[in-house]
């Protein structure tokens, strides 16, 4: 994968090359951490792509087309860095489904950065 490389004292990312963002502009870069149990998003950006990088797990990603009842999931075991695109307009959340802390890294391309709730898409906390 382009911009990720590992060696004996782990991995790295080039974050921006990794996206395809390098020469792009950035309308924001934020990370955060999530405690066992919890969940961020339920929400879209209707102005904007944004890219998760997430650290640990395990966990699942879930996300909703426009316009669609079908929520597709991901499990994210955590044996590394997973790099996710979540085009513009679909709904998406992250569950921390591990008995510890786990980060997240986000990058939205530049465009209106606008973040709208939306209904939750996982239907109960494990």
């Known amino acids: 994968e382009a911009g990720v490389s590992c060696d004996s004292r782990g991995w790295r990312i080039d974050l921006l090359r990794a996206c395809g963002l390098q020469n792009e502009p950035i309308g924001d870069l934020h990370a955060v951490s999530l405690e ?3 969940c961020r998003g339920n ?6 792509c944004e890219w998760l990088l997430v650290f640990g ?7 909703r087309e ?6 597709e999931q991901i499990s994210i075991e955590g ?3 997973r790099l996710f695109e979540i085009p513009a307009g679909v709904e998406h959340a992250l569950q ?3 008995k510890r802390r786990i980060y997240l890294v986000a ?3 530049a465009g209106k950065q606008e973040t709208i709730p939306c209904r939750p898409l996982f239907e109960e906390t494990p």
């Open 36 to 38: 066992p149990r919890a």
């Open 43 to 48: 929400h879209f950006h209707p102005g904007s």
């Open 57 to 63: 797990g395990p966990a699942v990603l879930a996300w």
């Open 66 to 71: 426009k316009d669609s009842a079908r929520v």
């Open 79 to 81: 044996n590394g860095p």
């Open 96 to 98: 921390n489904r591990s």
């Open 107 to 109: 990058l939205r391309t």
